[in-house]
C-alpha cells in the first residue's frame, strides 16, 4: 500500500466536483509560485510518487480529468492518484503557508494586502485563460473580477487549511463533499 492510500480512502474517488476544485486548488498553487508547475514534480519525487508521476506531463494528464479545462481528459482517475495529488498540494501549501497567511492577513496594510491580491489574481486570471474552457460558466465567474472574488478567496482559505497536521484529511473530505 503507498503512502497515499490508507483503508479508508479506498474506492472512494472523487466527485466531478472534488476533481475540478482540486485542480482549481493545485491552479492557484501554481499562481502564488511561478516555477508551481516544476516544484509539484519535484515535490511528488520527494513524496514518493515518482512512479505515477514521472514528469511534468504525467502529473498534468491526471489534473485534465477537471472538466474545466481545454482539454478535459475522460475515464476514471484512481483514488491512489488523486490521494498523491491532494499530498502534493498540501506539502505545497505548507511550504507557501507564509504567503497564504499574508494573503489572509487583517493586520497588513489595506494597501499592501489589495496589491498582493492583485498579483496573485492577475497571475490566476492568466492561468485560468491559458488552460481552462472559457465558454464555462464555471470558468467565466472565476475571471469575473467582482464575481469571482469570493470563489478566490475561498481557495486561498482552503490551501491554508491543507497546511501543516491534519490538512491531508481536511482536504480530502471537503473535496469528497459534493455539495462544496
Not at 489572509?104 to 488552460?131: G, K
Not at 467582482?146 to 482552503?158: F, I, L, N, P, T
Request: proline residues 6%.
Amino acid at each position: 500500500m503507498t503512502q497515499a492510500s490508507s483503508p479508508a480512502h479506498l474506492g472512494h474517488p472523487l466527485p466531478r466536483r472534488g476533481l475540478e476544485r482540486l485542480d482549481l486548488l493545485l491552479l492557484s498553487l501554481e499562481a502564488l509560485d511561478l516555477n508551481g508547475g516544476e516544484a509539484m514534480v519535484w515535490m511528488s519525487g520527494q513524496l514518493g510518487f515518482s512512479e505515477l508521476f514521472p514528469n511534468r506531463v504525467e502529473l498534468w494528464k491526471r489534473r485534465c480529468h477537471n472538466p474545466l479545462r481545454r482539454a478535459c481528459r475522460r475515464g476514471p482517475i484512481s483514488a491512489n492518484e488523486t490521494d498523491a495529488l491532494i499530498r502534493i498540494l498540501c506539502q505545497m501549501a505548507d511550504r507557501l503557508y507564509p504567503m497564504l497567511r499574508t494573503l489572509l492577513s487583517s493586520s497588513e496594510a489595506p494597501e499592501l494586502l489589495a496589491q498582493r491580491w492583485q498579483l496573485f489574481q492577475d497571475r490566476l486570471a492568466e492561468l485560468i485563460r491559458e488552460r481552462m474552457n472559457p465558454r464555462r460558466s464555471g470558468v467565466q465567474l472565476l475571471l469575473d473580477p467582482a464575481m469571482g472574488a469570493a470563489e478566490r478567496r475561498q481557495m486561498v482559505r482552503s490551501l491554508s487549511l491543507a497546511a501543516g497536521e491534519g490538512g491531508f484529511e481536511r482536504l480530502r473530505a471537503s473535496l469528497l463533499d459534493a455539495a462544496a
